[in-house]
């Protein structure tokens, strides 16, 4: 039995781009199975057993969801999501039996998932929001972080309502490290209310579930698990050209729809080799996530200007460790040349007097290999294959120094 009441409470809990990934899965990749491992960055976060037992009880409750029928019809009013695909979701609900958890590593806690990529990439997000709630309402004083979240919270609102800070438009990201459920609701509910009065443009949030139950928008377009597994999982690949295999497949699933392109899986300035004309033009935007985010947007700009493109027509969404101060920043730098957005998580989510935990579940194998990311920031990446990683560095340079740019 669980000690504490059930964290994920709807299938529509996760964020919104695990659709969009789900759908060109089971359009274009039904067969590819992957594994997911779970890694504790922080160096002083221990999980005690009874940490532990309560995560395994809160991921079975998950488990016994399914997707309610309004709950589906949602989802059909998202315009590039497809009726085959919505019929797909009404049979499919996740499996206990995917999951591997223990007390097996440093941290104290080791989970993975092994299962079709259609189940496993499911179960990333509500995993991740789990082990968050769990921790930390079981670690310390949980009225104490709410009062503090809560405090923290009504001056970032504060900021915004008498616009002391401006950001242009911005989203909360924060369900896979939030501090709560009720702390997400609560940030989402107040952003709402502090953008009302004429300050920056709060436009949504990633969960899909609060999405809906407040009447902003789902956002979010593709993770490195698709680059990842849709550029490595076939060993007729050559992994240098992930992106190109991954952007191929998008736009056949999609045209210009939902069009916002990752850049950092095997590195932007190899991204760049493959972000011609016809790419650049079809996709709406381009999403930082590693690396300098002042060098990043220059280098974008430029790469759009080399092709002949306006960048006025295009979108900059920063998503990587903001707060309201960096994002307003990065704003100002770039607003007057190219359109700008942001992703804002944990800063939302889980800012109290404690630190946040610094989790991730990522892809570490497809169809039985490994698969891996180089972003543009030493440290983010994540595979159980050392010689893998050789491998694909090596292809990586071999590109860049070989083929015309």
């Known amino acids: 039995m669980s000690r504490l009441e059930q964290i994920i409470k ?3 809990e996760t964020d919104l781009y695990k659709f969009s990934m789900g759908q060109v899965i089971y359009h274009q990749f039904p067969g590819y199975t992957t594994t997911w491992t779970f890694k504790c960055r922080n160096k002083n976060v221990k999980f005690t057993e009874e940490m532990v ?17 309004e709950e589906l019809d949602y989802l059909r009013n998202i315009k590039w999501l497809k009726s ?12 206990y039996e995917d999951f591997e958890i223990t007390t097996d590593a440093e941290c104290g806690l080791a989970i993975e998932a092994k299962s079709t990529w259609l189940n496993s990439s499911m179960y990333e997000i509500p995993t991740l929001a789990i082990v968050n709630e769990v921790y930390f309402k079981m670690a310390y004083d949980y009225d104490k972080l709410m009062d503090s979240f809560r405090r923290r919270l009504a001056n970032k609102v504060k900021r915004l309502e008498e616009r002391s ?24 509910k107040e952003l709402i209310r502090g953008s009302e009065k004429n ?10 579930y609060l999405a809906k139950k407040f009447g902003v928008k789902p956002v979010g377009t593709m993770a490195h698990e698709y680059i990842m597994c849709v ?25 210009v729809l939902n069009g916002i392109a990752l850049t950092d899986t095997v590195t932007t300035d190899v991204f760049l080799r493959d972000f011609q004309l016809t790419f650049a033009t079809m996709f709406s935007g381009v999403r930082h996530d590693s690396g300098d985010p002042y060098e990043w947007g220059e280098k974008m700009i430029k790469h759009y200007e080399s092709l002949g493109i306006d960048p006025k027509t295009k979108t900059l969404l920063f998503s990587d460790s903001l707060d309201f101060d960096r994002a307003s920043d990065l704003f100002y730098h770039f607003n007057d040349r190219i359109n700008v957005a942001f992703g804002i998580g944990t800063y ?20 039985g290999h490994p698969v891996a990311k180089i972003s543009d920031t030493d440290g983010k990446g994540m595979c159980k294959s050392a010689e893998y990683v050789d491998y694909l560095m090596r292809t990586l340079e071999w590109r860049l120094d070989h083929e015309k740019f």
Request: with cysteine; charged share 25%.
């Open 348 to 367: 939302i989510s889980n800012d109290t007097d404690e630190e946040a935990l610094n989790i991730v579940m990522k892809t570490t194998e497809c169809n």
């Open 10 to 12: 709807s299938l529509l």
């Open 84 to 95: 085959d695909y919505i019929d797909f979701l009404r049979l499919w609900h996740p499996r």
């Open 199 to 208: 300050s920056s443009n709060f436009v949504g949030t990633s969960n899909v």
């Open 231 to 255: 550029g490595q999982g076939n060993k007729k690949h050559n992994p240098a050209y992930s992106n190109w295999y991954a952007l191929d497949a998008w736009i056949r699933e999609y045209s």
């Open 53 to 69: 037992e309560e995560i395994k009880e809160q991921i079975k409750l998950y488990c016994k969801l399914n997707f309610k029928e």
């Open 165 to 188: 800070i401006y950001l242009g438009t911005f989203s909360e990201f924060g369900l896979r490290r939030r501090l709560s459920a009720e702390a997400q609701e609560l940030a989402i």
